[in-house]
């Protein structure tokens, strides 16, 4: 049996679209990822049963040529015009049809049982695919779209539209919590959905001594760092966590990893506050190495400030990886991170707005981690990927079952050695 999954971005930044390729890879499907080509790292090795189908789309090469080649000025010049909500809704659109017309082109003729798409942005595609083709679509979003943090208004409701309009054509829904669940549940009570946390690969081995950032930023030995990793929003709570370590001893440091049309804003505060040794902006990492960085800090915050009621349902990525990489949590007290951090006492919840409050709790666990980490550890050893994927492969299992008893016995499948995914000489576009 095959599958085309579809993502709309490089495959280099979505570990989640990784793990679930291999995992149906060992199960014993073929699978091909159909994704953009946006940077110029080689294409990563995953499982000999998946492919990658990586497509240049123009305007992503502007944008990554202008990040290669252009000095600060010209490239602030540039991203301002191209964040102007008209001029991003007119790009964005060319380069998501002409992804989707290269995918369209690509499985004519091919034989796929599954399409399972990654995102709002993919789901029209998988859409055509199961009414051109009669494969069962599988709708993987990994978030509730239109209550994402760090997207602006028009574009979660952009991705709420084309998931409103596509979702009477998904077989089956994958949501990152129970919550999440029940949300889905709500609005379409006849669908059938799997709960599969976004957990990454628990690391072989933690750090005997955390050193990465001491060495990094020539910090000392006594120095204890607190790590945010992730995009520079708004609603994430960061101008709260550098104000609050105003009320912190002078070995609290933090690293803020990642980036975001915020990061001049935060450079500004941290300049204000007089922080300019005790705050430090790390640029984003891949996420083969980001866990072996996060290993080496000594507290992971998760500050998501509700902007909506259900946003406070969503677990985000990072919470998973601070845990997996050993390190304890202060965290927003919201039902999505509560369940998480609260459950195992893996950390602190604390209003994040409060930024006494968000101070006070980072004071307490580092002052004392051993309770923490314990918690953490408890956390690590029971939400680990591999107990996930088993609801993966069956679901996957099912849908092979499914397809079995809606075949007639005059249309069998072709043996496996008879199928294709795609015409050889299409490998790479």
Excluded at 36 to 47: D, Y
Excluded at 114 to 131: D, N, P
Aim: charged share 30%; hydrophobic share 35%; glycine share 4%.
């Amino acid at each position: 049996m095959r599958v085309l999954m579809v993502l709309f971005k490089d495959i280099h930044y979505d570990a989640r679209v990784h793990r679930e390729a291999i995992a149906l890879a060992e199960a014993g499907w073929y699978v091909d990822i159909a994704c953009l080509h946006t940077t110029s790292q080689p294409a990563p090795e995953i499982h000999e049963r998946v492919r990658l189908l990586r497509y240049p789309i123009q305007t992503k090469r502007i944008k990554r040529y202008v990040e290669q080649k252009a000095d600060q000025r010209v490239k602030r010049g540039v991203y301002r015009v191209v964040r102007n909500p008209v001029v991003k809704v007119a790009k964005d659109a060319v380069a998501k049809r002409d992804f989707a017309m290269k995918v369209w082109d690509l499985c004519q003729g091919a034989n796929y049982s599954a399409v399972h798409c990654h995102g709002a942005e993919t789901l029209s595609i998988g859409a055509y695919l199961k009414q051109k083709h009669g494969l069962t679509l599988v709708y993987d979003p990994h978030h509730v779209y239109e209550d994402s943090n760090g997207k602006k208004r028009w574009e979660r409701t952009a991705s709420q539209r084309a998931e409103t309009v596509w979702m009477d054509e998904v077989d089956h829904l994958i949501a990152i919590n129970e919550l999440i669940e029940a949300e889905f549940q709500h609005r379409y009570p006849n669908l059938s959905i799997t709960v599969l946390r976004n957990i990454p690969q628990t690391l072989d081995q933690l750090p005997r001594e955390k050193n990465y950032f001491h060495r990094r930023y020539d910090l000392k030995a006594e120095d204890q760092v607190i790590l945010y990793q992730g995009g520079f929003t708004q609603n994430r709570g960061l101008e709260e966590l550098i104000r609050a370590l105003v009320h912190l001893p002078e070995r609290h440091k933090l690293v803020l990893l990642g980036f975001g049309e915020w990061k001049e804003r935060l450079e500004q505060l941290v300049k204000e506050k007089g922080l300019t040794d005790r705050v430090f902006f790390h640029p984003p990492l891949l996420p083969c190495k980001l866990l072996h960085v996060t290993s080496h800090a000594d507290l992971g915050a998760v500050l998501y400030q509700s902007t909506c009621p259900k946003n406070r349902l969503v677990t985000p990525n990072k919470l998973f990886e601070y845990i997996q990489a050993g390190i304890p949590v202060i965290s927003s007290d919201r039902p999505g991170k509560a369940i998480v951090v609260g459950t195992y006492q893996a950390g602190r919840l604390v209003d994040p707005h409060n930024v006494q409050e968000i101070a006070d709790a980072i004071r307490e666990i580092l002052s004392d981690p051993d309770p923490w980490l314990i918690g953490t550890h408890k956390a690590r050893k029971q939400l680990r990927w591999e107990k996930e994927q088993e609801r993966l492969v069956e679901l996957y299992r099912q849908i092979i079952l499914a397809r079995r008893n809606q075949r007639d016995e005059s249309e069998q499948e072709p043996e496996q050695e008879d199928l294709f995914s795609i015409q050889p000489h299409l490998r790479q576009l």
